[in-house]
């Protein structure tokens, strides 16, 4: 485990809140078809994953409870996946054993994977590592660890939203610009944990530097029967205004 600061203060967040998301986790583990982000939008949506996954090495960076691994695994991946908090994969573990379903869960930063370079065909995640860790370091580990042509898929919230979050934290955030797009880039908030983000600009840069190619950018909606379940934004805000984005790269 990496001793840096931010890498600490989230594991003890998460470790703290795990509870509040079993309910969740279950919901997902259950799940016919995976669902994505605050807006829960259908993977038939979004495609985010290969249809086919019979003979992949996946890996899943910031698992969380795991329920993309085991969406992945459904598919024929053989899966790893790492999370910081401890607490969040014993919720993993239980639900690994009620459905019956293994891959290797890892205690550990996303920012220092374990893994063996040139070890995976597909890596992704959803509001794990883009969010909690460095944007240069997670996404450089998990460059390291693809094998060359192997893509990654993540999904995490707009830089738009962090422009518009207040210095108090207070949530749902407004519709009011009160941050420095330009210099986007590590957010401190007490409680809530230490996140990280980059305007658009910022993230084809670092994709350019390590070497992933873009190959698509989605800017999810919600549907309009969609309920108003976000703590960050208002659905219609959401509406109105991108919340969420999705990244698919391929390594050089």
Not at 145 to 156: E, H, K, N, S
Not at 178 to 188: H, P, S
Not at 193 to 199: A, S, W
Request: proline fraction near 7%.
């Amino acid at each position: 485990m990496s001793t840096n600061e931010h890498v600490a203060r989230n594991e003890a967040r998460w470790n703290d809140i795990a509870p509040e998301w079993v309910a969740a986790a279950e919901a997902n583990w259950a799940a016919d078809e995976p669902r994505w982000g605050q807006w829960s939008i259908p993977e038939s949506d979004l495609e985010m994953l290969p249809v086919d996954m019979t003979g992949m090495d996946a890996v899943e960076l910031g698992c969380g409870t795991a329920y993309v691994s085991a969406w992945m695994a459904r598919r024929g991946a053989r899966v790893r996946a790492i999370d910081v908090s401890e607490r969040q994969l014993e919720t993993a573990r239980r639900l690994q054993t009620q459905y019956g379903i293994e891959f290797d869960l890892v205690h550990g930063n996303a920012e220092h994977l374990p893994w063996e370079d040139a070890s995976a065909d597909f890596a992704i995640s959803e509001y794990g590592a883009p969010v909690w860790c460095r944007p240069e370091a997670w996404l450089a580990e998990a460059h390291r660890v693809l094998r060359p042509g192997g893509a990654l898929v993540f999904l995490t919230h707009s830089p738009l939203c962090s422009v518009c979050e207040p210095p108090t934290g207070e949530l749902p955030i407004g519709d009011r610009l009160l941050n420095n797009y330009f210099e986007l880039y590590r957010q401190d908030w007490k409680e809530e944990g230490v996140c990280f983000d980059l305007p658009l600009s910022g993230w084809f840069r670092v994709f350019r530097e390590i070497g992933f190619a873009v190959e698509d950018y989605r800017e999810p909606r919600p549907s309009p029967d969609c309920p108003d379940t976000s703590r960050i934004v208002t659905l219609n805000w959401a509406r109105r205004y991108p919340s969420e984005h999705v990244f698919k790269l391929r390594r050089d």
